[in-house]
């Protein structure tokens, strides 16, 4: 049963919610409202647009067919981390495996990355520094710098 959205209510089923509360299959659901047997309109969840069936006519429908319609199962809590205590600002959950190994790599990266960092500042300090010897205010030409004789 749908209530997410205003537009909806709340004793809407979706064509896959009312299938499994008859214990029917979605498409003969679908051949049922292509008949006119049942009515469905169309309901915006999130960003999509889904069929719903109306609470009250899929009871109709069901008891008129023979058919009994079973509440579904409340859905199940979803555990994230399992500590076995509850969660607290005190007592946080223990993050997974993965999330440890991850955050380790990124740490290991990040002592890569001001390494290299250290790496690119000093060799643009000896770039600067070997630039300055090698070129003397009066350079003169490639020709002249590149054999070291002056032109006449």
């Not at 009994?68 to 993050?95: C, K, M, Q, R």
Request: a neutral charge.
């Amino acid at each position: 049963m749908t209530g997410d959205s205003p537009m909806e209510g709340p004793m809407n089923y979706t064509i896959k919610e009312a299938a499994e509360a008859l214990g029917l299959s979605k498409r003969t659901l679908q051949r049922r409202i292509i008949a006119g047997e049942l009515t469905a309109k169309l309901a915006q969840r999130g960003k999509q647009l889904v069929r719903v069936i109306d609470g009250v006519d899929l009871a109709t429908f069901a008891q008129a067919e023979g058919y009994t319609l079973a509440t579904p199962p409340p859905p199940e809590p979803v555990t994230i981390f399992d500590t076995g205590a509850p969660l607290s600002y005190d007592n946080p959950a223990t993050p997974c495996p993965d999330c440890l190994a991850a955050k380790a790599a990124a740490a290991g990266q990040e002592r890569l990355i001001a390494h290299l960092q250290a790496e690119v500042q000093f060799l643009r300090e000896q770039v600067a520094a070997l630039t300055i010897k090698a070129l003397p205010g009066d350079r003169g030409g490639w020709w002249e710098r590149l054999t070291g004789r002056r032109k006449a």
